[in-house]
């Protein structure tokens, strides 16, 4: 009996050892998992929008920092105005082949009718407004884009010729 308990308890040590071992060897440095980087009605949207786009050697960037492509002017106050679009992104850059941004695309659900979501979308229209660069707003309606890239396709060549 003695002797089938010690062997009880060797195997029981050995089973916390290998477990405590796995948790030292398999912890990872950070507390961060990969996510995919667009949402499902995104990435519906994308699929239709790199047809049109590969149609006209359009390339394009998803979910770019606003930081990204603004430069604040005013030195002043920097920090203040780079407060507003270091964390913001916008949905997508349509380019030419050289990386020229020809335009950016908000897709807008139901989510954009809070009013803080519309204080943000304000802000985003004013800012591409004041670059020179039109932003356009798709509505999210049962996932038929076609009609509305057509529309912004024929807006934004006669903006770029």
Do not use: W
Request: glycine fraction near 4%.
């Amino acid at each position: 009996m003695n002797k089938l308990l010690g062997i009880v308890a060797i195997i029981l040590v050995i089973v916390i050892l290998i477990y405590i071992a796995t948790k030292f060897i398999t912890k990872k440095k950070y507390p961060y998992e990969k996510r995919m980087l667009l949402t499902k009605t995104e990435y519906a949207f994308y699929k239709i929008l790199k047809i049109e786009c590969d149609r006209r050697d359009y390339l394009i960037c998803p979910k770019v920092r606003m930081e990204d492509f603004l430069y604040v002017n005013c030195e002043r106050e920097k920090a203040k105005y780079r407060g507003y679009i270091k964390s913001r992104h916008i949905d997508f850059i349509i380019c030419d082949s050289e990386l020229y941004m020809l335009c950016g695309i908000e897709l807008d659900d139901p989510s954009h009718d809070s009013k803080e979501a519309q204080k943000i979308d304000k802000f985003k229209d004013d800012v591409f407004e004041t670059i020179g660069v039109p932003l356009y707003r798709i509505k999210v309606v049962d996932g038929n884009y076609k009609e509305q890239l057509n529309k912004m396709f024929r807006n934004l060549k006669r903006n770029t010729y």
